[in-house]
């Protein structure tokens, strides 16, 4: 687990780095970009200040990456939040070797060298398409030639208490490729039935707005609507004139 950027602590950026880790998968045929990777569809919110508090935007930094369901380690998971995920390159992976578990929609895009994390950013919509943030390679080959499984995942903050208190499906993940490096899969069969609910994954950037603003601003107006009507209808009731019961019996006969 591992990132190809560095977190500046001088401020809202992030620099390009080596990845160390990549000597070791260098057999596997895959290694960890020195990118920042963002999805404009499936992602996270965070809060930002307001005048009145806070407000909750998306922040395509934060992957809510789309499990491929592919391999035990995520047969039953929805999905996984990636904080700040770098790209997983499978140029020289062996055919049949390795295994997508987690990608982003096709909404996905990358940043190179420099990156700006802050959320209220705006984000390049050239080059969007699927990308694999984790990925696990099975061996191949026969004995001593044959290598261990392995489990690459292009952040090591998904891991951490800050992001697994609160979302559980990535601790069930850990455990699960735990399990699975250790060729011991029947724990994941038991331990994925507690999962989260899948998230909502819109197929594109117009329909999810539409869902967005519908729910901030079509359900509070369609209450307006049914308020003025019934006070529309009270007033109606209030201006007509009163007849007693006698005399409306009087005026039959």
Do not use: C
Not at 93 to 121: K, N, Y
Not at 246 to 252: M, N
């Amino acid at each position: 687990m591992a990132s190809g950027m560095q977190l500046s602590p001088q401020g809202p950026f992030a620099f390009s780095r080596p990845v160390g880790w990549n000597e070791l998968l260098k057999p596997y045929g895959v290694s960890i970009a020195s990118n920042m990777v963002y999805d404009l569809a499936s992602n996270a919110q965070v809060g930002l200040p307001a005048q009145f508090g806070q407000v909750l935007v998306s922040y395509p930094l934060w992957l809510r990456a789309i499990s491929t369901r592919a391999s035990p380690v995520n047969a039953d998971l929805p999905g996984v939040l990636l904080p700040w995920a770098s790209q997983i390159d499978t140029t020289h992976a062996q055919p049949g070797t390795m295994t997508p578990l987690l990608v982003t929609s096709r909404a996905g895009g990358a940043q190179e060298t420099t990156a700006f994390i802050s959320p209220d950013r705006q984000f390049s919509r050239d080059s969007l398409r699927p990308r694999i943030v984790a990925l696990a390679v099975s061996p191949s080959g026969t004995p001593p030639q044959q290598r261990g499984r392995i489990v690459v995942v292009g952040t090591a903050d998904f891991a951490s208490d800050r992001y697994a208190r609160n979302s559980p499906e990535n601790v069930v993940f850990v455990q699960n490729a735990i399990d699975w490096l250790a060729q011991d899969e029947a724990l994941i069969a038991i331990r994925s039935k507690n999962r989260a609910s899948a998230p909502l994954v819109f197929t594109s950037i117009i329909k999810r707005s539409a869902v967005k603003y519908g729910n901030t601003i079509g359900v509070p107006l369609l209450l307006i609507a049914l308020g003025i009507a019934r006070l529309w209808r009270r007033h109606q009731i209030t201006r007509r004139v009163y007849r007693p019961l006698a005399s409306a019996a009087a005026g039959t006969a």
